[in-house]
């Protein structure tokens, strides 16, 4: 039997094709004892290339210009730098989610196109509620999809938690009104929604969230509490354009990004913060119940950056 990993491992997995191809596009470039412009623009390319975007790419070269070194830089010491600049990125928007709605249910709508891994996705943060020792309610309101509406069914007997259903090309506006409503007689902490992600007709899309949020005015002024975007990290820079259009049609609150498996691009996540500033909630590397869990500013740049690996192969 394997090794279990630990978070700190799956993590560094997680983003090992992003730290990968920073080292590979690193290789050769830092082999002069002065950092000369032609050796930060290509450094900068070399940024840019991992998905971290321009605007980051930039601000790293610009530290890496300004810096007083007195000695020549290794690749070492440019991944620590990377990961500095990256941390100071990350963390303003590193924002747990807390459960303090009042009334209660604290209500989550979780959107975001089909096949990011929203489904799983919200069984794993009412996984997280639930180790809080939160009540957990989960809402089938993606009605578009019989497939979205039995998945969810399915994790929520896994996890333990009731769901409020119906059937396909049902009204998702009602079941979250009878969500609401249930999850009040019965005193749910937190009520998690599932949505339709049709991005392909976002006038519909904008009108069913519409109607959604109309319904839950007239029980709780307040909700939703939370709009939460799941992204997918393989998508790379198309997360971003995902991030517009659903900021538009949907009042994002905050991100969660799946997916980092080791095969994704997960420098887009740290474009993601330095363009929008939208809280970043939680991270998934991987399947299981347990993948899911809160976002670590520090821990997801030395990870970026392969700072702790490198150091590890260097011991």
Known sequence: MSERKSWGDKLRLGFKRTSDRLGGNLTGLITKEKLDEETLDDIEEALIATDLGPTVAARIRDRLADGRFERH?????????????????????AVPLEIDAFPRPQVMLVIGVNGSGKTTTIAKLGH??????????????????????????????????????????????SLVFEGVKRGTEIGTDVLIVDTAGRLQNKSHLMDELS?????????????????ILVLDATTGQNALSQIEVFKEVANVTGLVMTKLDGTARGGVLVAAAEKYGLPIHAIGVGETLEDLRPFDPRAVARAIAGADEFDEVKT
Do not use: C
């Open 211 to 227: 109607k959604i949020r109309r319904v839950l005015g007239r029980l709780n002024e307040a909700a939703p509490h939370d709009v």
């Open 73 to 93: 830089l290794s690749e070492l010491d440019i991944r620590e730098i990377v990961a500095d600049e990256l941390e100071k990125i990350l963390t303003p928007v």
């Open 128 to 173: 997280l509620f639930l180790e809080d020792d939160y009540n957990v309610m989960l809402v089938a309101g993606d009605t578009f999809r019989a497939a979205a509406i039995g998945q969810l069914k399915i994790w929520a007997d896994r996890i333990g938690v009731p769901i409020i259903s119906g059937e396909e090309g049902g009204d998702a506006a």
